[in-house]
Nanobody, 124 residues
Framework: QVQLVESGGGLVQAGGTLRLSCAAS????????MGWFRRSPGEEREFVAA????????NYADSVKGRFTISRDNARNTVYLQMNSLKPEDTAVYFC?????????????????WGQGTQVTVSS
């Protein structure tokens, strides 16, 4: 079992920055890739970014490429999502997720564990 807790969401103006954190606990002996997803009101959940266990492989949705950066600190069991140049369309609840193994995926169905989400609101 892996428990995930997101933090760092909030209200920011367009062009601003936020840094989301996802603290993981449990199953410390297992390796797992991590992902960030988001869901906007009335929309389906969408992939944002993913990172392998080693941190050597990352993947981003086209909509955030060049603006968002995913990273992880395995010593702290924490994954981060640095969000720069935020746009109103980035407004959503952001979720982190964990999947066993080192291979990343943009498909939410491959992730076994999910956090409760943190709200990000970008005003124009």
């Amino acid at each position: 079992q892996v428990q995930l807790v997101e933090s760092g969401g909030g209200l920011v103006q367009a062009g601003g920055t936020l840094r989301l954190s996802c603290a993981a606990s449990g199953s410390a002996s297992s390796t797992y890739a991590m992902g960030w997803f988001r869901r906007s009101p009335g929309e389906e959940r969408e992939f944002v970014a993913a990172i392998s266990w080693s941190g050597g492989t990352t993947n981003y949705a086209d909509s955030v490429k060049g603006r968002f950066t995913i990273s992880r600190d395995n010593a702290r069991n924490t994954v981060y999502l640095q969000m720069n140049s935020l746009k109103p369309e980035d407004t959503a609840v952001y979720f982190c997720a964990a999947k066993y193994g080192d291979h990343i995926s943009s498909r939410g169905g491959f992730y076994s564990y999910w956090g409760q989400g943190t709200q990000v609101t970008v005003s124009s």
